[in-house]
């Protein structure tokens, strides 16, 4: 695309912003707008809430979903904005004096060793910016993107990358507006950081790239003209500060673990449906037996395992039978198995949790200086050292533990499904669950594609960490291959939220077929609640159909979470240390 032959779209007008006059409004700009008095129209996207103030210290999961998926605003921080100029100041001290300083006055990579006259240092990060940008494959979804942006953002706002603040006020300007840097999704190896994507990301700054606007891909520089903003000129170290770091596997892992807080509630939800259609029972889920070996995930599991089954009928009626003296793994062992993924992605959240607020550039600023060491340049204003913050191993190991574990929630769903549709198992339900066996297939299908996906997940679970090829003339020997995990763990989770689907559609309608056979006799609460929710989606089945619209509109209820309010529990369940 060139934005000089990019056919004008109608402007809509600009206005004074409602955030004039605060610190990273666009009016605040010193350069870099049209008029400094106006201001696009749109000066948030549609159902922007509340406001999410960086710090580069405090930044959540939930502050990236809320950003990222749901329209909240972000601003830079007053005393972020005084850090960054402080470190700012060091880079420009630097250049100022000649200093050689890795990404500043030098080449990249394995061209370190070259130095950069004074005149070619804004050059110099335009050009890495644009001979970065060569990323492949798909783009990445709108949200991950907008992740991307804020933890960029966040990032550089804790002080030590030397970016002006403009930069992030920037960042934080095509969020707001809904400007949305196209990235392939292809290209990172994961140190030093996720380059390409971040080239990518960062492009539309100097007027690169293209973008998504209101649904629509342009030239960047396009985009930014109708919407009133002129491109930037990087200073020196700009462009290093955008490209270096891990942003594209840590917004993929914190938005996973969003998703994934929903989808271990649900499982538990469709679980206890799956245990009480087979006449499980939950004497295995017991507090005294969790507390014998309490592993924080297994003894919250099992207690919302018995929050979902209170008042069961179905339980009462055969407590005392001793039909079966032990339940098969899939059901007896959900506190284990389901608990275990549950500790997992505790341990993603940890990383994240400091991942998301730490300095992943390279060298690092500390103004104000401090001890110096062998490797630090020290300058009247402060340290440069240079490291390797930038290498993604932390969370490229965290997510491969996440997506193994997200699978095997998947494996252990698709053999409750196997369960309830083999008539050997299910204890005298019909086969498939048809009504008319042999003639109808009944959800036969349903335990196929279950099948299809547990299957897939297991190819998926692979751990890309446990690869690396090295990199920049063998500069970069090691890399952590973070974002392959990334992007895998959340196909692993796509799946599992159909796996899920399956096995509710199967759980609701042999509840149906065994409460039909014990008149006057309910499920317990929870599981009853959740029948309901997945009929008022998907009807019983009665004869052979087209399962396909049914399986669609319960991933949707699953991916919502609306399966997964019904497993929340009071404080007084939550086991110690989970909140």
């Known amino acids: 695309m060139n934005a000089s032959n990019w056919p004008p779209r109608t402007r809509v007008g600009r206005l004074a ?79 100022a004096e000649g200093a050689v300083v890795y990404g500043v006055t030098t080449g990249f990579g394995a061209l370190a060793d070259r130095t950069i006259a004074a005149a070619d240092v804004e050059r110099l990060q335009e050009n890495l910016l644009v001979s970065h940008a060569v990323g492949v494959g798909e783009p990445l979804p709108r949200d991950v993107v907008r992740a991307m942006l804020l933890l960029r953002a966040n990032t550089l706002a804790l002080g030590h990358s030397g970016a002006r603040p403009l930069i992030v006020d920037r960042l934080l300007d095509l969020l707001r507006l809904g400007v949305h840097p196209v990235v392939p999704a292809q290209g990172s190896v994961g140190a030093s950081g996720d380059l390409a994507p971040l080239a990518h990301l960062a492009l539309p700054l100097i007027g690169r790239g293209i973008v998504e606007l209101d649904g629509h891909e342009m030239p960047a520089l396009v985009a930014l003209r109708e919407i009133g903003l002129e491109p930037l000129t990087l200073g020196p170290k700009e462009g290093l500060a955008l490209l270096n770091g891990t942003q594209l596997m840590s917004a993929l892992g914190a938005l996973l673990l969003a998703d994934a807080d929903r989808l271990v509630r649900t499982a538990s939800t469709v679980a206890a449906m799956s245990v009480e259609a087979l006449l499980g029972t939950d004497v295995a889920f017991s507090a005294a037996y969790q507390l014998a070996r309490p592993h924080p995930g297994q003894v919250e599991v099992a207690g919302e395992l018995r929050h979902l089954l209170r008042d069961s009928g179905l339980q009462a009626s055969h407590h005392e039978s001793h039909h079966k003296v032990q339940d098969p793994y899939s059901l007896r062992c959900i506190p284990q198995v389901h ?96 009504p008319a066996s042999g003639l109808e297939s009944g959800l036969m299908l349903l335990q196929y594609t279950a099948a299809a996906l547990a299957s897939e997940n297991k190819v998926l679970a692979h751990p890309a960490s446990a690869d690396s090829i090295p990199t920049s003339a063998n500069q970069e020997d090691h890399v952590s291959m973070g974002p392959i ?15 899920l689907a399956i096995e509710a559609i199967c759980a609701a309608q042999a509840l149906d077929l065994r409460l039909a056979a014990l008149p006057g006799i309910a499920a317990g609460t929870g599981a009853r609640d959740a029948h309901d929710r997945i009929r008022s989606v998907a009807r019983h089945l009665d004869a052979d159909r087209e399962l396909g619209p049914d399986l669609a509109a319960v991933t949707t209820l699953v991916h919502g979470g609306d399966l997964a309010t019904l497993a929340t529990r009071g404080a007084a369940d939550v086991p110690p240390g989970r909140a």
């Open 485 to 499: 995990a990334g992007r895998h763990a959340r196909q692993v989770l796509e799946h599992v939220e159909r796996i």
């Open 339 to 434: 608990g275990a993924v549950r500790d997992a992605l505790d341990h993603l959240r940890r990383v994240l949790d400091i991942e998301l607020n730490s300095a992943t550039d390279n060298p690092l600023i500390f103004p104000g200086g401090g001890a110096a060491d062998a490797s630090a340049l020290a300058t009247g204003g402060g340290l440069v050292i240079s490291g390797g913050n930038f290498h993604g191993e932390p969370v490229a190991l965290a997510l491969d533990f996440a997506k193994l574990a997200l699978a095997e929630l998947g494996a252990i769903s698709e053999r409750r499904t196997a369960l309830l549709v083999d008539p050997h198992l299910n204890g005298g339900l019909p086969a498939f669950l048809a």
């Open 17 to 95: 912003p409602a955030c004039a006059g605060t610190p990273g409004s666009i009016a605040d700009y010193p350069a870099g707008v049209t008029d400094p008095h106006f201001v696009p129209q749109r000066t948030a996207l549609p159902g922007a809430g509340d406001t999410v103030v960086l710090t580069g210290a405090d930044l959540t999961i939930g502050d990236v979903e809320a950003v990222a998926r749901h329209g909240a605003a972000a601003v830079l921080d007053v005393h972020a904005r005084a850090r960054m100029q402080e470190a700012r100041e060091v880079i420009e001290r630097l250049v």
